[in-house]
Each structure stands twice: as C-alpha cells, then as structure tokens.
C-alpha cells in the first residue's frame, strides 16, 4: 500500500461545476497536510494546508481533513478552465525519530469550457 | 524575496558526465529539500537537510548521487557518472520547520536534466 494514494485522473468537470479530489493516507501518525497545484512544466505551488479535522475554506478552495478515515480532499467550486493542472496532495508525518514528507503521484483535473 | 533558486534551469549531457545541480533556498528558511519528478514515478523525495545537516537521505537512488549543503544558502545534489535513467526534472524545495512540524515548502523552478 502506497503511503499516500491518489486517483490519477483525469477527472474532468464542466466549468462551473465543483470538482472534488480525494487523498487517502496510511500513517496514522499524520499531523498537517497540504494540497499543491503543479501546472504543466512548472513547479508544485501550495494551494491548502490543513492541520485538524474539518473543513478549511480558502476563497474557491476548501480542505477537508478526516483522520479517523485517513483521508483529505480538496473541493473547488465554481471550476474554472484556468484550474486544470495536477493536485498534488502531501502529508507530514514524524515517526521513528524522522520526519516524512510524503507527496501522492496526484490528480489531474480538467476543467471543460 | 526572490524564492527558491535552482541552476541550472536546463542541462544536457553525455552518459558518464558528472552534473552538479544547485539550490539556494529561501533565506530564514531551515529545511531544504531534493525531489526528482518523472511521468512513471511522480515526485519522489530524495535527501532533506534541517538545519544544513541531513536527515533522510533514504530515497538517495544509489552511490552516484550525492547532496551536499555548506551553510544555510547553498545546496547541491552531484549525480556522477550521470546515466541516461537519470533524465528527469528535479526540484529544491525549502520550508520553516517548527519543533516537530514541517510547514509548507515552497519550491524552486527545476531543473530539467536530459542524460543522452
């Protein structure tokens, strides 16, 4: 089982839909998550943290953090074209005396016109 | 501030060249990290330093690679001899870490490095 797991897509949604995506996590010793979009040929660049179970609203952006079921997604509402890039989700862990900076293989999104 | 600086920002070579990658990291911050990013892999960490000194560098592929950082504004990441499975895009990231936290990681541009 990967640490961090990710659809990889695409998932594609019409412009002005939500767009939802899902991360799951196996260490149950996470404590703070982060959401990155990396658009094609750039580097990753941080959307969304989040450190305790809820929701995180951001303008169009909100985090959701579960971790009793180990999971984080992302929701975007009001999807526009200018958000299709790669979502990259990245979990912190300290275990065993080492930090882990975990990212998944993300999700590439579509945003339709 | 002018973010995370790499250089090259591209690089070609030959099989069996030596290629030194460098990173100049946000300047307070105290961690920095190397990723490499292929299509078949994702973005894989390969060392990171705290505090200049290096903490995990388990996800080091194999002897030819190597991560280097003097003081609090320089990085490299040396790959000798280079191989053509080397080809890939490679990231310097840094971040504020705070006692056991590691806070979001700015990233620099890449470099993209092509082995022939």
């Known amino acids: 089982q990967k640490e961090v797991e990710q659809n990889s897509g695409p998932l594609s949604v019409p412009e002005g839909a939500i767009a939802s995506l899902n991360c799951t996590y196996s260490d149950r010793v996470s404590q703070s998550f982060f959401w990155y979009r990396q658009y094609s040929g750039k580097s990753p660049e941080l959307i969304m943290s989040?450190?305790?179970?809820g929701d995180k609203e951001d303008g169009r952006f909100t985090a959701q953090l579960n971790k009793a079921s180990q999971y984080v997604s992302l929701l975007i509402r009001d999807s526009q074209p200018s958000d299709s890039a790669t979502y990259l989700c990245?979990?912190?862990?300290?275990?065993?005396?080492?930090?882990?900076?975990?990212f998944g293989t993300g999700t590439r999104l579509k945003v339709l016109a | 501030d002018a973010g995370v600086i790499q250089s090259p920002r591209h690089e070609v070579t030959e099989m069996g060249q030596e290629v030194t990658l460098r990173c100049k990291p946000i300047?307070?911050?105290?961690?920095l990290f190397w990723y490499r990013q292929t299509m078949m892999r994702g973005l894989e960490l390969l060392i990171y330093?705290?505090?200049?000194?290096?903490?995990?560098d388990s996800g080091m592929p194999e002897d030819r690679f190597s991560a280097k950082m003097p003081n609090a504004s320089f990085s490299t990441l040396k790959i000798q001899p280079s191989e053509p499975r080397d080809s890939a895009v490679y990231f310097c990231?840094?971040?504020?870490?705070?006692?056991?936290?590691?806070?979001?990681?700015?990233f620099g541009p890449g470099t993209r490095l092509t082995v022939l």
């Open positions: 990231a840094s971040s504020l870490s705070t006692g056991v936290v590691y806070n979001e990681q700015f």
């Open positions: 989040i450190y305790s179970n």
């Open positions: 330093f705290n505090n200049n000194v290096p903490i995990d």
């Open positions: 300047s307070g911050h105290n961690s």
């Open positions: 990245a979990v912190n862990s300290y275990t065993s005396g080492t930090y882990k900076y975990i």
